[in-house]
């Protein structure tokens, strides 16, 4: 993949409504972004698709939604606010910053080599106040990771859940790092949110569940839709483990930009169970019933970022077809404001994260009143469909294509009552019975 496809990624979100720079009309706000309609479709999709595969349809994972803000403590206590930091550096010509361990390939903007100064530590977490006096006190931090959540509850929810080792707590939210450097649109973000499960074991079984969570994390992501040449694993070096690692393996995917990490997991070991017994004083061990003991839980910690995962399954599905798919090329092309000069963009989602599922499409205007029927009694089984009765159908089967939408139904019957299916990979085109295209549709699509 070339830089220049992530540059034609960026344009195309914003144009299509899925991703656009946070606050834009005050000139934006660097490394936030928002999510249009189909945007946040996507990413509710994916979501969903993660909440029922680790916790709806697991035995032994609960789900939990802990706050964004903890008591401080919290931080002091695993070690984020001492050991939670990046190297910073600054040229000393351009004075641009960067992380210290990814700096830039390319020349100063000032001319020649960068010059940089000697590395600074830098904590990112964004620090607030709770409450109105802003003292030493009040300050706390936006959470970077979910975990901690999972650990200062863990004996409540094991208590109240009725579980037994193994088994793990899983939650998705918010996540926020103050980063050195914003870059690569939705890889280096500073506002972000995490899916991540805290899975607890008897020290000792921890190796063996570590090797099964990395198989289970890879086919969670392959089952999204993501071609499994694109990801390989990056075994973390032992002095460069985080704090509290004895072993992290990364999955990374092939980004424009290159292999970058897109899940991480890490066996986490007791330390952080250990850490918060420590510091609140309050018995967070579990007892075995067959050994008589008490033992803390080891952690496996299978962990990813929705951005990535999102900017990976975008990047897998796009597609820009030069000079098109045998359109009508007369027909004023959706995309040509951007200088992509007659290209066709398809975005080959899998469809169970599409943003629309069916878009109807009447053939001609004296067929809307129908295909209005035929969109609201479709509506009754898929949620995720659009009516669409403005432009040509070459034009609209292209907007369509764009946003990922698997099938078109074109209402172009006059006697013989069928509409005609359309998929949006091979182009094929079926002719269906109007009775039959609720089953026609299910078959292909299910009931998401
Ligand atoms: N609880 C462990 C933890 O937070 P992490 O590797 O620091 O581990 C988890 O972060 C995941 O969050 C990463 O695998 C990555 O997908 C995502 N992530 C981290 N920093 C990010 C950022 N600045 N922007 C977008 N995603 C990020």
Redesign the pocket.
């Given at each position: 993949m070339q830089e220049k496809n992530l540059e034609k990624i960026v344009s195309w979100a914003k144009r299509r409504g899925f991703v656009m720079p946070g606050s834009e009309i005050y000139g934006g706000i660097s490394g936030i972004y928002d999510f249009g309609p189909y945007g946040v479709a996507l990413k509710n999709n994916i979501k969903k698709i993660w909440w029922k595969t680790f916790v709806e349809d697991s035995d032994d994972i609960v789900g939990i939604e802990s706050a964004i803000l903890m008591n401080r403590k919290v931080w002091q206590a695993s070690g984020h606010e001492k050991g939670f930091v990046d190297e910073l550096v600054e040229c000393k010509k351009c004075h641009q910053r960067y992380k210290a361990d990814d700096l830039p390939e390319t020349k100063c903007q000032s001319g020649g080599e960068h010059e940089f100064t000697e590395a600074k530590q830098f904590n990112p977490m964004f620090k607030t106040h709770v409450g109105v006096i802003e003292s030493d006190e009040s300050m706390t931090y936006l959470r970077?990771?979910?975990?901690q959540g999972m650990f200062t509850n863990f004996k409540q929810v094991m208590e109240t859940s009725r579980k037994k080792l193994p088994f793990g707590i899983a939650q998705i939210g918010k996540?926020f790092?103050n980063?050195i450097n914003?870059k690569d649109f939705?890889?280096?973000?500073?506002e972000?949110e995490?899916a991540?499960i805290e899975y607890f074991v008897k020290p000792g079984d921890d190796e063996k569940a570590f090797d099964e969570w990395l198989k289970s994390w890879e086919e969670f992501v392959l089952s999204l839709g993501i071609k499994k040449e694109n990801i390989k694993h990056y075994e973390h070096p032992k002095e460069g483990l985080?704090h509290y690692s004895k072993r992290t393996v990364?999955i990374q995917y092939n980004y424009p930009f290159g292999y970058k990490?897109?899940?991480?997991l890490?066996n986490r070991t007791d330390f952080d169970l250990k850490a918060h017994q420590e510091a609140s004083g309050k018995d967070l061990t579990y007892f075995d019933e067959e050994t008589k003991e008490k033992v803390l839980p080891y952690v496996i910690?299978p962990?990813?970022?929705i951005?990535?995962?999102m900017l990976a399954v975008i990047c897998d599905a796009f597609e820009e077809i030069q000079g098109g798919r045998g359109v009508d090329k007369s027909d004023p092309s959706t995309n040509a404001q951007d200088g992509i000069d007659m290209s066709e963009i398809v975005l080959h989602l899998s469809q169970s994260i599409a943003p629309v599922k069916i878009a109807v499409l009447p053939l001609v205007k004296k067929l809307s009143e129908k295909g209005r029927e035929i969109y609201k009694d479709l509506k009754t089984c898929w949620g995720e469909i659009e009516f669409d009765e403005s432009g040509s159908i070459g034009r609209r089967y292209r907007r369509q294509d764009e946003i990922g939408t698997p099938y078109c139904v074109t209402i172009d019957f006059e006697e013989d009552r069928k509409v005609t299916v359309r998929n949006r990979d091979t182009m094929k085109q079926e002719r269906v019975d109007i009775k039959e295209l609720k089953n026609h549709l299910f078959e292909k699509l299910g009931n998401f």
């Amino acid at each position: 993949m070339q830089e220049k496809n992530l540059e034609k990624i960026v344009s195309w979100a914003k144009r299509r409504g899925f991703v656009m720079p946070g606050s834009e009309i005050y000139g934006g706000i660097s490394g936030i972004y928002d999510f249009g309609p189909y945007g946040v479709a996507l990413k509710n999709n994916i979501k969903k698709i993660w909440w029922k595969t680790f916790v709806e349809d697991s035995d032994d994972i609960v789900g939990i939604e802990s706050a964004i803000l903890m008591n401080r403590k919290v931080w002091q206590a695993s070690g984020h606010e001492k050991g939670f930091v990046d190297e910073l550096v600054e040229c000393k010509k351009c004075h641009q910053r960067y992380k210290a361990d990814d700096l830039p390939e390319t020349k100063c903007q000032s001319g020649g080599e960068h010059e940089f100064t000697e590395a600074k530590q830098f904590n990112p977490m964004f620090k607030t106040h709770v409450g109105v006096i802003e003292s030493d006190e009040s300050m706390t931090y936006l959470r970077p990771e979910t975990a901690q959540g999972m650990f200062t509850n863990f004996k409540q929810v094991m208590e109240t859940s009725r579980k037994k080792l193994p088994f793990g707590i899983a939650q998705i939210g918010k996540s926020f790092r103050n980063e050195i450097n914003t870059k690569d649109f939705l890889f280096r973000v500073r506002e972000f949110e995490i899916a991540e499960i805290e899975y607890f074991v008897k020290p000792g079984d921890d190796e063996k569940a570590f090797d099964e969570w990395l198989k289970s994390w890879e086919e969670f992501v392959l089952s999204l839709g993501i071609k499994k040449e694109n990801i390989k694993h990056y075994e973390h070096p032992k002095e460069g483990l985080s704090h509290y690692s004895k072993r992290t393996v990364d999955i990374q995917y092939n980004y424009p930009f290159g292999y970058k990490e897109l899940t991480g997991l890490a066996n986490r070991t007791d330390f952080d169970l250990k850490a918060h017994q420590e510091a609140s004083g309050k018995d967070l061990t579990y007892f075995d019933e067959e050994t008589k003991e008490k033992v803390l839980p080891y952690v496996i910690e299978p962990t990813l970022g929705i951005e990535r995962l999102m900017l990976a399954v975008i990047c897998d599905a796009f597609e820009e077809i030069q000079g098109g798919r045998g359109v009508d090329k007369s027909d004023p092309s959706t995309n040509a404001q951007d200088g992509i000069d007659m290209s066709e963009i398809v975005l080959h989602l899998s469809q169970s994260i599409a943003p629309v599922k069916i878009a109807v499409l009447p053939l001609v205007k004296k067929l809307s009143e129908k295909g209005r029927e035929i969109y609201k009694d479709l509506k009754t089984c898929w949620g995720e469909i659009e009516f669409d009765e403005s432009g040509s159908i070459g034009r609209r089967y292209r907007r369509q294509d764009e946003i990922g939408t698997p099938y078109c139904v074109t209402i172009d019957f006059e006697e013989d009552r069928k509409v005609t299916v359309r998929n949006r990979d091979t182009m094929k085109q079926e002719r269906v019975d109007i009775k039959e295209l609720k089953n026609h549709l299910f078959e292909k699509l299910g009931n998401f």
